[in-house]
């Protein structure tokens, strides 16, 4: 399985839920709400513990996505994000920083992992956005330069639903040029004579099982 679950989206195993009582059910319930800057009221709790068995349980309050998937009930907080790609960029839904800075191939290289990329700084016209996800995105996947739905990314890697929405996504101008932890696009590669390097690095865990 895949997913932030150690992250700032607040996670629990159904599984685990279901093996307590009424009442420490809605009490763990009310918990995860609190921890997670929700409202909480007796109905919403109610109305969670009864959509904790229902296939594809989704309810919305406050900017907060709640929802059961993949074994877990998730609450993801604050899924409408927009900003620049700054140096140490905080995105609210996963308690995590974008870093960004300038260096040269020979300074370090591209980033080892799937939470760093590495853009051709001199083919950067354009200042590189962070935002969520939205449905129809598309990207040029680097390597055979098709192109792919990111919802079909998602779909391979099995990223329940309810973090889809806040997933971060890279842009530069209208084109989608990195989904955070999981696709980099065909947009400004790093070649032999590039000079400078736009590297920006994730310092989260997008895809590190918790439990």
Sequence with gaps: QHGPWAQAPVALPVARLGQLDNALQRHAVRVLLEEAGVPISSRLIRR??????????????????????????????????HGTCVDGWLLPPWGARLTSDLRAPSDGGIPPTASGVAFDANALHLPLLVRPWAKGDVIRSFGDGGRRRVGDLFTDLKIPRPLREAWPVVTHGDELVWVVGIRRSTFAPVLQDTETMKVIEFDGALLEPAY
């Design 48 to 81: 969670i513990c009864g959509g904790l068995h229902a296939h594809g349980f989704h309810h919305r309050v406050a900017g907060v996505v709640i929802g059961v998937d993949r074994g877990y009930l998730f609450v993801v907080r604050n899924a409408n994000y």
